[in-house]
């Protein structure tokens, strides 16, 4: 009876399943890319294969919920503001990049098992009655702040990241400044507002670190003018409208 269940959900719900296929290919792709079983040689293909099967789903999940195409600066700016045409930036972004990087892959991986996880829970989870995968899915639904926290960290911990991959000749020199743009997306966005959390928060630990009285002087004034550059550079926030936290990534 559940075989049948799951064959008319997917049957009724064929983009959704598509998207859930496809993220579930990325986590493989991820796992296959940073343990290679098939050797070395086979982390550059895992890697693209990683991003593509996240520009897909992150297409699909666009086309859903912006199914009218409109040749415009309108339209052109709502799109921006979805969570998903990001992800699709950010996978555009490194899909051509001769060197892998390992932090490119987390947060893609973490957000295809928080959408798969969600997915299951709300879709599907009855009618699959695997008691071990449902503990699994709870596991990851009750622990998505936390996800989307990490997630957040992680792409921010990644643009000093590719500043340091060009002084060692493994980046180009055009991806921070397209990356930045990115992060300005994300610390904008309307519906996730973990960027904009974690921004906060590391401006918080560094403030702190620095007013420590054993601090050296030049370290305290190097974070200073990093923490005012980095505040000048900031987007003006915006209003975020509530939404679910299954919503909150997609």
């Known amino acids: 009876m559940a075989f049948q269940q799951l064959i008319a959900f997917a049957q009724q719900n064929k983009i959704d399943c598509f ?43 666009l ?65 699959i009655g695997v008691a071990l995968l449902n503990s699994l899915v709870s596991k990851v639904t009750s622990n998505s702040q936390s996800i989307l926290r990490f997630i957040a960290l992680n792409e921010v911990l990644l643009f000093p990241a590719l500043i340091m991959m060009i002084f060692s000749g493994k980046g180009s020199m055009i991806t921070p400044f397209i990356y930045y743009r990115f992060l300005t997306f994300r610390y904008c966005s309307q519906r996730n507002p973990y960027s904009r959390i974690v921004f906060q928060q590391l ?24 923490i005012l550059t980095i505040c000048r550079w900031a987007p003006p926030q915006v209003p975020t409208q509530p939404s679910s936290q299954a919503g909150a990534a997609r």
């Open 19 to 61: 998207i859930f296929l496809a993220r579930l290919y990325t986590m493989v792709s991820c796992v296959l890319f940073v343990v290679p079983f098939y050797g070395i040689d086979s982390q550059p293909v895992f890697y693209q294969r990683v991003l593509l099967s996240n520009a897909l789903s992150c297409a699909l999940r």
């Open 63 to 127: 086309h859903q919920r912006m199914p009218v195409v409109a040749l415009n600066l309108e339209f052109l700016s709502r799109v921006l503001l979805e969570d998903s045409a990001h992800y699709i930036i950010y996978s555009l972004i490194f899909i051509a990049s001769s060197s892998p990087v390992t932090l490119v892959v987390i947060p893609l991986f973490l957000l295809a098992l928080f959408n798969i996880s969600f997915f299951i829970q709300r879709n599907i989870g009855n009618a």
């Open 203 to 226: 401006r918080i630990g560094a403030e702190q670190m620095i007013a420590n009285p054993i601090c050296p002087a030049f370290v305290r004034t190097i974070v200073q003018k990093a």
